[in-house]
């Protein structure tokens, strides 16, 4: 069709059908010339399993649409599959938009591969992670450090304790992200969270409390 809307309900219709062959028919709105129906087909291809969907989606986060990254993002994260984890981190540390930064950090949370801790703990606390001579800009959307904070509580690798200790001691941050961290520290059960929970467990937030 040369109707934008009528491309974009037929992949949605596709990837509803939750077949292989439907998802293989998806397959070449991937690369249609509007940013709608390839962010719509991210989603529809997922059906043909995670080897090939990754395969297939990867591109996508070069993308020059913005929204079209994001939810490549997004769909990379629900393969679970560890293929993703280098190109997700990479995102999540390169990208210029905030909301495709959080989408590749909830996703990096989905696939749940401690390879991914590294980018994680650099966008929550680059001070941990950096070289000196290479700082990283500290994060300072709430939503991406948020993302972070709980994918690494998916993760459950006590690689990112100090990360989210740092966090969750650090007043200047909003309360959702320090609440966050300390959720993650609590899924990840490192003894060395202790000191810093009970420190938080008299915060001013009831919720971080």
Do not use: C, W
Not at 117 to 124: K, R
Not at 147 to 171: P, Y
């Amino acid at each position: 069709s040369s109707d934008v809307e009528q491309r974009r309900d037929a992949v949605m219709r596709l990837g509803a059908m939750h077949r292989p062959d439907a998802s293989r028919v998806a397959l070449s709105a991937l690369t249609d010339e509007s940013p709608l129906v390839r962010a719509t087909a991210t989603k529809a291809i997922l059906s043909l399993g995670a080897e090939e969907s990754v395969a297939s989606l990867l591109p996508l986060l070069n993308d020059k649409d913005e929204f079209v990254r994001r939810e490549a993002a997004y769909a990379l994260g629900l393969t679970r599959s560890p293929a993703a984890t280098a190109a997700l981190s990479n995102l999540l540390l390169n990208d210029k938009e905030d909301g495709v930064q959080a989408a590749a950090a909830v996703a990096l949370g989905h696939i749940a591969d401690e390879a991914a801790v590294v980018a994680l703990v650099a966008t929550l606390a680059p001070q941990l992670s950096a070289p000196a001579n290479k700082k990283r800009k500290p994060e300072n959307n709430p939503f991406v450090l948020r993302a972070a904070a709980a994918a690494l509580g998916h993760i459950k690798s006590r690689a990112g304790t100090a990360a989210l200790i740092s966090v969750l001691s650090n007043e200047k941050l909003p309360s959702d992200v320090r609440r966050e961290s300390a959720k993650s520290l609590g899924l990840i059960g490192d003894q060395a969270a202790v000191p810093a929970l009970q420190a938080a467990s008299t915060a001013a937030d009831p919720y971080l409390a």
